[in-house]
């Protein structure tokens, strides 16, 4: 409602107005017996005696938008009305309902800052019939939500709704890799603050002896896993000192990366490519095993489930009908494996 | 643009909830994987609705029956804060101990409003249930329902419905008498239950089912009564005492609005000894609608008589007649109308449908005893169960021929 519509108003028909400004500064007048529809508006005029002149103007809650305010009372001008049928009424909702998603929001938020209750259930109503039957997707993309939900996040298995035995199979796998690639992540972890320490040392005997790294040979999974690290790092000189302490913790770990990887064999014959996988592996010799075998095992075993998943997702949905894209398992989420960066990540 | 582009998630709670409530359950808590808000944004629901629609459809029923289970108690595990209504609602639950955990669950969450319509098949109410003590609602349906000695009703109970439920007719009267802010009362498909209903607050009563006798005790706040009364075909079973059963049962609900009787319910009215006139006028009844009325029998058309006559407000009526009887009783019913039921006005009474009428004698007569007293009359309309064309005929030939006091009278007559 513009200033102009009021000039067309007969002044002999003495309405009296209430003045309120909106959010943006703007001040204007409406008639009285519409303004007063909205109980937030009532409340000033009639506890505080607001509204009575443009100095002593309304001042309207944040939300309330010119234009949101506009079509609030649109809406109250026609029901304030009180000769309407309630058919009429509903025939005047259903046609108001229908504008954009952004301005069904914006107005039910207006509406409820005026706290005018029976067009936050109208505009509810129509946001809810938005929402219903939806995919995720559908929905996001209509109200613009962020999808910043891990994959793991959306999968945890108690909201897993449509439980299914093989999601919780998939779940469980998903769970094994992520400790499997959690307990590697530890390993080079460790080396790296042991490597710090010996760094220092080694770099300005190395430097000094002029040696390279692939003079030294120590025992396949050691150096695998020195070899990993250096990488990490991002620096071709390794060093050639593995102290008997640390070979034996190497040890030690690289058993129980291997034990799990057996464990995860007894859940699916998928897995027991890992193990494949790992032997293999001891075979490089180089230094560049570190950009092929961890990052070449991670880009493995994410075929493998995303192979696995998309055979769960064809099926699942069929069954479930909830999201139907698939599924996508990506290992650099935002959750444990973190401690895995540089190559690994580039190597994404 | 310091704004970001979410159109939704930073509107209040309060209207998300709003919105949220008006969605099904199961599309309610799919919003948790749409974004890191709406994760929980669900949990605080207040209300929550299950039936067989919450999982995937299956063609094995054990396969719906396990996932339904485990989405309810995942999502009350899941559940923050209040639930005030539980509604369940299928019938692939019978009896499962899950049930049982649900129910103590809900009674430590200030449970409000629980509805329990289950399948065939005896589940016994777990004693958690008389624990719930903020409950205002009640609904029970093909369950076994034993309170336990200490147990003294729901303080603020405003609605019961127990539907086919194993229960003692012990136990429902002091169920209701420890209820007393009992407002609705919906009690169905029982066997052969004697009652007696103690409720100052009962405004609302429904009952359907076999009845062998029910004596409204305290009830002065009733408006809507509805009553389907069954009995075994021995007419005997009711007991024959000297009081009127209409003044036993309608006597003390002088503000009763709407009335609605089906099957025996009139005649079960009928029995007892005629005092002559009725104590009590119901100035607020608008609508009587008796169903089943058998016109052969003088006692139940004195019933009916009796109830138009003391309801100067009525507005609408409908009546059905039952089918003839094999073995009629004499027609001693002429001077039936004849006594001074003409002095009696009903002067709102606007509209009259009456159903199934084959054309005896009280029939007519009491057609024609309507017309002749309603001044604004606008509709009466007449359907007939009677196959034979002349009889019809002869029949619409007389109710034509009945004067009307009302000058917009209409007489319609409709074919079954």
Known sequence: MSESDMAIIKPEMMKSYIWLETSDGSIQQVEQEVAMFCPMICHQVLQKGAGSSKNNAISLPQKVSPAMLSLVFDYCRFHQVPGRSNKERKVYDEKFMRMDTKRLCELTSAADSLQLKPLVDLTSRALARIIEGKTPEEIREIFHLPDDLTEEEKLEPLKNTMDDPRIRLLNRLYAKKRKELKERAKLKSIEVEEHVDERSVDDLLSFINGRDHKVVKTSKSKKKNKKKEEHKNGRSNGTCKVSNKDSRNLHSKQRSVDETSSSLGSVSNLLSMEDDIFSPKAEFEDGYIDDEIDPALKEMLDREVEDFARRLNSSWVLSSGQERQPVHFSINGNGATRRLTGPAARQK | ???????????????????????????????????????????????????????????????????????????????????????????????????????????????????????????????????????????????????????????????????????????????????????????????????????????????????????????????????????????????????????????????????????????????GDDPGRLPITYIHLKTIELYQVSFEDANEVLVLLRLVTHSPNLKELKVS????????????????????????????????????????????????????????????????????????????????????????????????
Not at chain 2, 135 to 140: A, D, N, Q
Not at chain 2, 242 to 260: A, C, Q, R, T
């Open chain 2, 1 to 271: 643009m310091g704004e970001s582009l979410d159109l939704i998630s930073d509107l209040p709670q309060s209207i998300l909830e709003n919105i949220l409530t008006r969605l099904s359950l199961r599309d309610a808590i799919r919003t948790s994987v749409l974004s890191t808000k709406w994760r929980y944004k669900w949990s605080t629901l207040t209300d929550l609705t299950f039936d067989e629609k919450c999982v995937a459809p299956s063609t094995e029923r054990a396969v719906v029956e396990t996932n339904l289970v485990r989405f309810i108690t995942g999502v009350l595990l899941l559940h923050q804060g209040p639930i005030h209504k539980f509604h369940l609602s299928t019938s692939f639950l019978q009896c499962r101990p899950d049930i049982d955990q649900w129910l103590l669950f809900l009674s430590r969450n200030d449970i409000k409003e629980l509805v329990l319509e289950l399948g065939e098949g005896e589940f016994r109410v777990p004693s958690c249930l008389f624990n719930c003590l903020k409950l205002t609602r009640l609904e029970l349906c093909h369950c076994e329902f034993d309170p336990p000695k200490s147990f003294n009703g729901f303080a603020s109970l405003k609605s019961l419905n127990l539907h086919q439920i194993l229960v003692s007719p012990e136990a429902i009267e002091s169920l209701i008498s420890g209820c007393p802010v009992l407002e609705f009362l919906s009690l169905s498909y029982f066997d052969s239950l004697v009652l007696s209903i103690s409720a100052p607050n009962l405004m609302y009563l429904y009952l359907d089912g076999e009845f062998k006798d029910i004596f409204l005790v305290n009830t002065p706040k009733l408006v809507a009564i509805s009553v389907s009364m069954y009995m075994h075909e021995d007419v005997a079973d009711f007991e024959q005492s000297s009081d009127y059963n209409l003044v036993k049962f309608l006597g003390g609900v002088p503000l009763l609005e709407k009335l609605v009787g089906y099957i025996y319910f009139t005649k079960y009215l009928s029995i």
């Open chain 2, 321 to 416: 007649a039952s089918p003839i009887q094999l073995f009629p009783l004499e027609e001693e019913s002429f001077d039936l109308f004849e006594r001074d039921y003409f002095d009696y006005k009903l002067p709102r009474l606007e509209t009259v449908r009456m159903t199934d009428v084959s054309g005896i004698r009280n029939e007519l007569e009491f057609i024609r005893f309507l017309m002749g007293t309603s001044p604004v009359l606008e509709t009466v309309i007449v359907t007939s169960s009677l196959s034979d064309k002349e009889a019809r005929m002869d029949m619409v030939v007389e109710l034509l021929r009945f004067p009307r006091v009302s000058p917009r009278a209409q007489l319609l007559f409709l074919q079954d």
